[in-house]
C-alpha cells in the first residue's frame, strides 16, 4: 500500500510507521490521520506484525495541525480547514478509533516537537518515549481551539487531572524531561538512540508473550482503568481465563515454564480471540 503523508516500514514482527512531511515539521492534515488509520488497522489485520512503533521524519515528530491557511486555517469553509479536519467521519477522525481498538500494541518514538495533535495522537498509543530536547504542547487554549483527538479523556488517565489540567489550561510548550517527570513518557533517551530504545521495547512486549493475550490485555486495561467497581471486569475475565485455559498457547506458556524454554505460542489474534471478544459489543 503507498501512502503520501507516512511511510510504513515492516522489519520482522514490528511496523514503523514515520511522519513523513519533513519540510513541514510533518504538520498533520486530514490525509495524514486517513492514511494513520489504514497502517494501523493493516496492522490490526496482519498476523505478522506484534507491536508498531510510530515516529517522525526530519527533526520533528509532529507540530500540530498544517496552518498553511493562515488565519483561515481551522475554518472549515475554505479548502485549508476543510481538508485538516476532512478526518471527522471518513479519515483522520479514524485514526484514534483505529489505533484504540488495535490489537498489537504500539510506541510513540517522539523525536522532535510533538505540539497539539501531534501531542494527542499519541495518547491511545501504549508506550510514548521522548529524544532529549523535544518539545511537547496541549496549545489548543493558545488556539482559541479545544482539545483534540479525545485527550480531554485520554490525559487525565494518563497523568491525572490536575496535571491534566495544568499543561492544557496554560497551552503552554514544555520539555522532555517535564513530560516523563508529568508521566506523559516513560522515557527520556538521547536522539540517536531513540527508535534503537523503541524496537527495545518492542521486542519486550513481544518475543516471549502471546500475540492473543497482549491483544486482550491491552483491550482489558484500557477499557477498564476507569471503571467505578471491579465487577464488571470480573463477569469477563473468569470466563476468558477458563476458555483460555484450553488453548493450546496456555499448555504452551506453561510447557516452556517447566522446560526453561522461550515459548513459541501457536495462537493468532486473526482467529483466536476468545469467544467473550469484543465484549463491549455484547447486547447482553
Do not use: C, K
Given at each position: 500500500m503507498s501512502y503520501e503523508h507516512i511511510t510504513c516500514d515492516l522489519d520482522g514482527p514490528i511496523m514503523t510507521v514515520t511522519l513523513n512531511r519533513p519540510d513541514r515539521l510533518n504538520?498533520?492534515?486530514?490525509?495524514m490521520g486517513a492514511e494513520i488509520a489504514q497502517a494501523?488497522?493493516?496492522?490490526?489485520?496482519?498476523?505478522n506484525v506484534r507491536a508498531i512503533i510510530v515516529t517522525g521524519a526530519g527533526?520533528?515528530?509532529c507540530a500540530g495541525a498544517d496552518v498553511s491557511g493562515g488565519a483561515a486555517s481551522f475554518d472549515t469553509s475554505g479548502k485549508y480547514g476543510a481538508g485538516v479536519f476532512a478526518s471527522s467521519k471518513q479519515s483522520g477522525g479514524r485514526f484514534v478509533e483505529a489505533i484504540f481498538n488495535c490489537r498489537k500494541p504500539s510506541i510513540a518514538?517522539?523525536?522532535?516537537?510533538a505540539v497539539g495533535v501531534g501531542i494527542t495522537m499519541t495518547l491511545p498509543m501504549d508506550v510514548r518515549i521522548a529524544a532529549r530536547g523535544a518539545k511537547i504542547g496541549f496549545i489548543f487554549a493558545r488556539r482559541g481551539l479545544v482539545p483534540d483527538a479525545g485527550s480531554a479523556w485520554f490525559l487525565p488517565k494518563?497523568?491525572?487531572?490536575p496535571q491534566a489540567l495544568r499543561w492544557c489550561l496554560s497551552g503552554r510548550t514544555f520539555d522532555a524531561d517535564e513530560a516523563r517527570d508529568g508521566g506523559l513518557v516513560s522515557e527520556v533517551v538521547e536522539p540517536a538512540e531513540l527508535?534503537?530504545?523503541a524496537r527495545e521495547i518492542a521486542r519486550e512486549m513481544t518475543e516471549a508473550t502471546s500475540a492473543v493475550s497482549v491483544a486482550l490485555t491491552r483491550q482489558m486495561l484500557w477499557r477498564?482503568?476507569?471503571?467505578?467497581?471491579?465487577?464488571?471486569?470480573l463477569d469477563i475475565d473468569k470466563p476468558m481465563s477458563i476458555e483460555r485455559g484450553?488453548?493450546?498457547d496456555v499448555r504452551e506458556g506453561v510447557q516452556a515454564f517447566l522446560e526453561k524454554r522461550s515459548p513459541s505460542f501457536p495462537g493468532k489474534v486473526s482467529q483466536d480471540m476468545p469467544s467473550q471478544y469484543p465484549w463491549w459489543q455484547d447486547p447482553g
Open positions: 504538520a498533520y492534515t486530514g490525509q494501523f488497522e493493516r496492522a490490526d489485520r496482519d498476523d527533526r520533528a515528530f518514538a517522539i523525536n522532535g516537537p494518563l497523568v491525572g487531572l527508535l534503537h530504545r477498564f482503568a476507569g471503571a467505578p467497581a471491579p465487577f464488571e471486569l484450553g488453548h493450546a
